[in-house]
Structures are given as C-alpha cells and as structure tokens.
C-alpha cells in the first residue's frame, strides 16, 4: 500500500534547527512532484514548499524562504525538509505530500498525504 511516513519532529527551543523526513518508499515511481505543508492549532492547512521530481526546482513559500530548505534523494525514495531559526510561530503538524501525476511544482496538487508530524517551539 502506498503511503508517505513523515519524521523528524519534536519540542525544540527558539532560534534551533529540525530536519524533517519523508518517506515514500511506498511509491514506485519517483517522477512526481513533493511538498511541505503545516496545521498550526485553529488555522488552515499550509503549504510550505515544493520540490520537482528531478529536484532540480524548488518553490517556497514567503512565509518560509531563507529559513527552510527542502531536499529530496531520489535513489532513497525519501524527502527532507531543513528549517532552520525556528520560531514560536512554526508550531504545527508537518504534512509531506505527493502529486503522483505531475513531476514539476507548477500545477502542483498534492494528492497523497502523510500522517504528519508534531514540531513544537517553546522555550
């Protein structure tokens, strides 16, 4: 059954650093299209980045440039997100998904989800 495992979260103080992963080695095909995305507590779904099939074009959110940096293997069927100057704010369950159908970010619709993972700033 094909399914994406996320990893990586966890309770980390102001100004630290968290390299999510994401696993997909439930997926045969690597030519499609990752992202990122978080659920803060009371708000909407959010998506944080893309990464294209190849890797090679990366799409980020305003909200996140310069600070996150998303990273794929392909020969090990897995996805990485580095955030880095973590802020109370980053405080969400972290989503990777996939769009099977589409190998580039542009068009981008995720369409298989990860069962998420927690990240908790606080001092």
């Known amino acids: 059954q094909s399914q994406l495992v996320e990893s990586g979260g966890g309770l980390v103080q102001p100004g630290g650093s968290l390299r999510l992963s994401c696993d997909a080695s439930?997926?045969?095909?690597?030519?499609?299209?990752m992202g990122w995305f978080r659920q803060a507590p009371g708000k909407d779904r959010e998506g944080l980045s893309c990464i294209s099939s190849s890797g090679g074009s990366t799409v980020y959110a305003d909200s996140v440039k310069g600070r996150f940096t998303i990273s794929r293997d392909n020969a090990k069927n897995m996805m990485y997100l580095q955030i880095n100057s973590l802020r109370p704010e980053d405080t969400a369950v972290y989503y990777c998904a996939i769009d099977p159908g589409n190998k580039y970010c542009s068009g981008y619709i995720p369409r298989y989800w990860g069962q998420g993972t927690q990240v908790t700033v606080s001092s």
């Open positions: 439930g997926f045969t095909k690597d030519y499609y299209a």
